[in-house]
DNA sequence: CTGAAAGCGCTAACAG
DNA sequence: CTGTTAGCGCTTTCAG
């Protein structure tokens, strides 16, 4: 039915949709339950070409910009095309073309600040390339995450970006095979070969881990999100490896990987921070962790130092040293690749590792109790 | 062309793709390239039915889990769908049915953490309805939110949820006649009646101003967007009427609207606080706003006390007083109506405006200089 | 320069 | 329970 009633007071004059198809006997087969019933009743190539008494081929090229067509004709069809409220279904252009000048994306929650930046960027290179973006949230679910991208390959984007919940991507190998081009963002593919954008994950959480012990750090806990996803494990590597080239041991307490929820969080930072040898400094696998923890570590009196992985908006006034990575060039980067590839590109597939930048803020920059003073400036700028 | 090459190494072995269309001859008219430059020759209903033996139709009932197939056919077409990796085109079906289960959402920018809550709330409702969403940013561009909204028209999506950056929607009646559900966000639709959900943009305003004046303010700078943003002006008329409502005069110099770039917003601040008599308080328009209002008063040894528009993500640890209004709220009741309409509402245009609430953080309760002390709990909470 | 005919892959209607 | 036919609105081919 749709809506329609209530919009009686705004109704124009302009005759708008009072030219009726009139060759449709009423009982044809294949013919739904009257046409009045379907798209609200609009108008097609062929009205127009009626209205306009050319072909409907003629009015095709004049949608279409195409060349071979009078400049009276093409007047003549405009006029029709503006008095009917044409505009033509591009439904049914992608079934004749083959191509839907859209590609979708899964990610996992667009309500997450580090993914509203990178689905923008998406969306801008999409445009620059004529093409439309459909998106969904996994929220970090792989049945959810399955569903979405086969359901996007039935609207048959034309490429597929995906930013992996699960850790089996097999189940999209015949869609692939199909000719859907896929690019892997932010994690790896499971068990598939693919083209994956990544941050260096590894990298970054070293570097972080090595600042802190840097600045004197010895006993160091890891706050990161649930095993089995890529970058939380990544980071946790990174973690160890500073600590090991440190010969540091590290203590299983000082370990805790789960779920981000502000409570599991917190009592992870409780926990470290209490006991017979509380940690002196904190790393936070992402920004979900960062938060939490920085609300945590404000409620306590011990000055414990901090670093989380990405950037947070308002963290350079609170002074929280983080280590950045590029939401929005992740984005570009995939979208660059993909469409790359929908340009005809079939080599191997290719793996990109952006670089993070550790942006020393103060709360890194902590010394442990007992360690030289301070040599930072304090923590808001 | 389409991906393909590199992914030789993890080709299967199990035949997929090896059956093919064999009832058509190499010049039929209306056909394209060859078939295999169209969707990477998927195969269709037709495909599976001719590898099951059965008729095109048991195809479709199988794939829409419609009754009336035996369980031992059914079985039988399952294999072939699997054997040869079908799945249903919905782009035909689309056209076929006249419904493409997906909506639009036309914003302004993903990447502003406003947004993003908003779009996923969106999304989680047109997923409690089965349907997709596809959203555009329309960089505050009227050309480009005209144009995002018409191609997603031109889609055939079933209905299309507006933040509208432009103020004359004219453009859209024709899709709302032909049926497009229509719901405004944010800000209302320009020349057009239409269902609308708002914050209370000038309520809001004029409770966080009201606040900074019962803490003894007198002079209080207002900064705001730009004035062809409807909820900009909304929180200009509250600031003012709060103001006449206590019985001060305004001057000229404390407000300031434009651009939400952080050099004006700087440049904005630092004027009112210079010059013989300086603004005591600041109220921020909206989120940009105050987050670069915050960065300009922390360089500042003047304590002014700081009210902003939207919340923000550690808002809390600065404290920072806002007026918060709830984006996912305003998401979910536009997604709401618009599958109301949907489903058959077709009563007047509803209009909704969602309260807004005041969190005192400390920056809204600090007094001026000279007034009774701060009898207010201090900044961080 | 223009148009008629075929058909993209699917579903509705109807007939066995 | 199953299959055949028509056609959604568009683009392609090819013939005027």
Redesign the pocket.
């Known amino acids: 039915m749709l809506i329609a009633a209530h919009w009686h007071t705004h109704r124009t004059t302009t005759g708008l949709r009072t030219v009726a198809?009139t060759d449709?006997?009423p009982?044809?087969?294949?013919?739904?339950?009257g046409?009045e019933a379907?798209?609200g009743n609009?108008p097609?190539?062929?009205d127009?070409?009626a209205r306009a008494?050319?072909?409907?081929?003629?009015?095709?090229?004049v949608?279409?910009s195409e060349?071979?067509?009078?400049p009276?004709?093409?007047r003549r069809v405009q006029e029709a095309i503006e008095s009917l409220g044409?505009?033509?279904?591009?439904?049914?252009?992608v079934?004749?073309?083959?191509r839907t000048a859209s590609i979708g994306l899964v990610l996992e929650d667009l309500a997450d600040p580090f993914y509203g930046p990178l689905s923008r960027a998406v969306e801008e290179v999409a445009r620059a390339h004529g093409a439309l973006l459909i998106n969904g949230s996994s929220a970090e679910d792989p049945d959810r995450e399955q569903e979405l991208a086969l359901a996007l390959c039935a609207r048959r984007v034309d490429g597929l970006i995906v930013i992996p919940a699960g850790h089996d991507h097999r189940y999209l190998e015949p869609e692939i095979k199909a000719g859907v081009a896929t690019v892997f963002v932010d994690r790896p593919a499971g068990r598939i070969d693919a083209d994956t954008v990544l941050s260096d994950s590894f990298g970054g959480a070293r570097a972080g881990v090595a600042h802190l012990i840097a600045h004197g750090h010895r006993r160091i806990g890891f706050i990161g999100d649930q095993p089995r996803i890529h970058t939380a494990v990544e980071r946790l590597r990174g973690y160890r490896t500073a600590m090991r080239d440190a010969g540091l041991t590290v203590s299983d307490d000082w370990i805790s990987l789960g779920s981000t929820a502000p409570e599991r969080v917190r009592s992870a930072v409780e926990g470290m921070l209490s006991g017979p040898e509380p940690v002196t400094a904190l790393f936070a696998g992402n920004n979900r962790v960062t938060v939490t923890a920085v609300r945590a570590l404000a409620g306590s009196e011990r000055r414990t130092a901090l670093v989380g992985f990405d950037d947070i908006e308002l963290a350079d006034l609170l002074g929280i040293t983080v280590i950045a990575q590029d939401a929005a060039a992740l984005g570009r980067t995939a979208a660059e690749q993909l469409f790359r590839r929908l340009d005809g590109a079939n080599g191997e597939p290719v793996r990109v590792a952006l670089e993070t930048v550790l942006i020393p803020r103060g709360s890194g920059e902590i010394r442990p109790p007992g360690g030289r003073p301070d040599p930072v400036t304090p923590p808001v700028r």
Chains 1, 2 share one sequence.
Do not use: C, I, Q, W
């Open positions: 198809n449709r006997s009982h044809t087969p294949g013919r739904p339950r046409r379907r798209y609009r097609t190539m062929k127009v070409a008494g050319v072909g409907l081929k003629t009015v095709s090229r949608v279409n060349p071979g067509v009078t009276d004709t093409e044409f505009r033509r279904n591009d439904s049914a252009r079934l004749r073309k083959g």
